[in-house]
Nanobody, 121 residues
Framework: HVQLVESGGGSVQAGGTLRLSCAAS?????MAWFRQAPGKEREGIAN???????FYAQSVKGRFTASKDKVDATWQLQMNSLRPEDTAMYYC???????????????????WGQGTQVTVS
């Protein structure tokens, strides 16, 4: 059984930093971070494939860093130099190996976290 539980998020001033965490249970081998602002389509911002290779959307490249904590195996999204346009609900998503091919921006992941709000003013 796969379950994703997110934590982190909150409100911060422009230029600030936040860190999101995503604890995953089950046999998930690839994951991605998405965000959705009010009135906008969901945007994939970071995809981690089964080899650990990470793809970033241009909108966050150089500012956001996805990683996996080696101690507790949670996924992390470090967000630096935040901008008001980064304001959105952020979601982690993951899937099992059979569904990882091609990346989770292409193939809608089956498992999602509950979402956490990030507000930048």
């Amino acid at each position: 059984h796969v379950q994703l539980v997110e934590s982190g998020g909150g409100s911060v001033q422009a230029g600030g930093t936040l860190r999101l965490s995503c604890a995953a249970s089950g046999n998930t081998k690839c994951m991605a971070w998405f965000r959705q602002a009010p009135g906008k389509e969901r945007e994939g911002i970071a995809n981690v494939d089964m080899t650990g290779k990470i793809f970033y959307a241009q909108s966050v490249k150089g500012r956001f860093t996805a990683s996996k904590d080696k101690v507790d195996a949670t996924w992390q999204l470090q967000m630096n130099s935040l901008r008001p346009e980064d304001t959105a609900m952020y979601y982690c998503a993951a899937d099992t190996p059979a569904y990882c091919s091609g990346g989770l921006f292409i193939h809608r992941p089956r498992y999602w976290g509950q979402g956490t709000q990030v507000t930048v003013s």
